[in-house]
């Protein structure tokens, strides 16, 4: 079945630092794909998306590019801030509008100042 | 727009009690999902509707856990008798019936089970 899969956490960054999250995944046809995120004390939202092949998401500095010969949409920011701090998740939507949407196991980004 | 509303928030039982949650989506969702999220773990799905079916309840523990949507709004998620590994938080979510639509969630209720 469809799955999901992230780099384990905890990742830890200085501040203006670089971040890549990694994400891969597994599905048949071709599935929509998120990152949602999860700052403390506060519930899931959305991020980012790309719903086809090559498509390129951003958000709020993030990116994320849809890459189905490698089954990735690795998240990246080029300059963190400590206000990124929170927990990230990969999510795919199974291809059709009745299909699931199912959650890779999330990874926590610390950034220091 | 009011978001997705979610009640208790949070509830201490015990083992082998049984417990119930409330969901009520947003406003034309037609699609609403229940999620497990175990401390550290990413949310499994555990239930899907679309309107009042079910899409898929493949991972949801029916000899415990029960779902219903009554009218294709309102869904409560019952779990009879819990055991301690229940414990976790309970999300319910809601999108449009697209694919490439956005889940909105609620802020879930955590359960612990002593």
């Known amino acids: 079945g469809d799955s999901v899969t992230q780099m384990e956490g905890p990742v830890t960054l200085s501040e203006e630092a670089f971040l890549t999250i990694n994400c891969t995944y597994t599905?048949?046809?071709?599935?929509?794909l998120f990152w949602y995120v999860q700052y403390p004390g506060e519930g899931l939202q959305l991020l980012l998306k790309?719903?086809?092949?090559?498509d390129k998401g951003s958000n709020k500095g993030f990116e994320a590019t849809y890459r189905k010969e490698t089954t990735s949409f690795h998240l990246e920011k080029g300059s963190v801030q400590v206000s990124d701090s929170a927990v990230y998740f990969c999510?795919?939507?199974?291809?059709?509008?009745?299909?699931?949407?199912?959650f890779g196991q999330g990874t926590t980004l610390q950034v220091k100042p | 727009e009011a978001g997705v509303a979610q009640s208790p928030r949070y509830k201490i039982i015990e083992k082998r009690q049984s417990v119930a949650f409330w969901c009520n989506p947003i406003s034309g969702h037609a699609t609403l999902y229940w999620y497990q999220q175990i401390l550290g773990q990413g949310p499994k799905l555990l239930i899907q509707f679309q309107n009042n079916g079910v899409v898929d309840d493949s991972q949801l523990p029916k000899d415990r856990f029960s779902a219903e949507r009554l009218k294709g709004v309102d869904s409560t998620l019952k779990i009879q008798p819990a055991k301690l590994e229940d414990s976790a938080v309970y999300l319910c979510?809601?999108?449009?019936?697209?694919?490439?639509?956005?889940?909105?969630f609620g802020q879930g209720t955590r359960l612990t089970v002593v």
């Open positions: 999510a795919l939507h199974g291809s059709s509008n009745t299909g699931k949407l199912i």
């Open positions: 599905a048949t046809g071709y599935p929509s």
């Open positions: 979510a809601s999108s449009f019936l697209r694919q490439n639509t956005e889940a909105f």
């Open positions: 790309a719903t086809k092949a090559d």
